[in-house]
């Protein structure tokens, strides 16, 4: 029972907005699962820099278990362990229960002080609520694998890009790709995706404006296969990958 809560809990979370806005789903999204997963993991932010994550969730109506439908009711976030001092979170909606079939989103934001630099293991505590062969079932656990990694001062001019490339998603992706960034100031750059052996197959030019936005770029006539994700502008440079499956 421990093992399918486990699985159906990792498909939690949502978007991060600064100034505790409520968060809203991606309708983009229809796979359940977390966006991004623990691989790809939460942006990198800088002290003093304001920070915000992103974690989109798509959650299934129900699943099955030893050959039996399990109808999940809700699944609820109870607290987060580890944020650093000063950060804090929100839901999308007034309780941080997202129902069975649908999706649902969290907010992480926070301001790093001087001397907060370092990596924040998160423990995301949650509430599953599920119906077994007719008997509810309510069942604790805990998301691991998140982190916060903040970055010195040193390192501030990349933050004042973007935080990172915020979510790649869907990924796997099939004819449409989305990319979203968040960035602290106005400039130019440019987004380009690489194959494996170094082809660039997409390049784009990018007028980053201060805030959330979300590249979408069609990627019917790429080959399946692993490609590399660069934004770069004239003082910094991120990546990220995607797996394209037709």
Request: hydrophobic share 35%.
């Amino acid at each position: 029972m421990k093992k399918f809560f486990s699985i159906s809990f990792i498909m939690l979370m949502g978007i991060l907005y600064v100034n505790a806005q409520p968060c809203t789903p991606n309708p983009n999204l229809t796979t359940p699962g977390l966006y991004p997963d623990t691989t790809t993991n939460l942006p990198v932010g800088a002290e003093t820099q304001p920070y915000q994550a992103v974690i989109y969730a798509v959650i299934p109506a129900d699943t099955q278990l030893y050959g039996n439908t399990v109808h999940i009711d809700s699944i609820g976030v109870l607290g987060i362990i580890g944020l650093p001092s000063g950060f804090n979170y929100s839901c999308g909606r007034p309780t941080c229960y997202i129902l069975g079939g649908t999706q649902g989103c969290i907010v992480i934001f926070g301001t790093p002080a001087v001397g907060q630099a370092g990596t924040y293991p998160l423990g995301i505590r949650i509430l599953g609520k599920a119906n077994f062969n007719g008997m509810p079932i309510s069942m604790p656990d805990t998301i691991t694998g998140y982190k916060i990694v903040i970055k010195d001062q040193s390192h501030a001019g990349l933050e004042n890009m973007a935080n990172s490339i915020i979510s790649v998603y869907p990924n796997p992706a099939y004819d449409m790709l989305h990319i979203e960034f968040y960035s602290h100031t106005e400039q130019n750059g440019s987004l380009s995706i690489n194959d494996l052996q170094g082809k660039n197959v997409i390049t784009r030019q990018i007028s980053f404006i201060p805030g959330f936005q979300v590249i979408s770029l069609p990627i019917e006539g790429l080959n399946n296969g692993i490609y590399l994700i660069k934004v770069e502008t004239g003082t910094s440079v991120l990546y990220n990958k995607v797996f394209v499956r037709h």
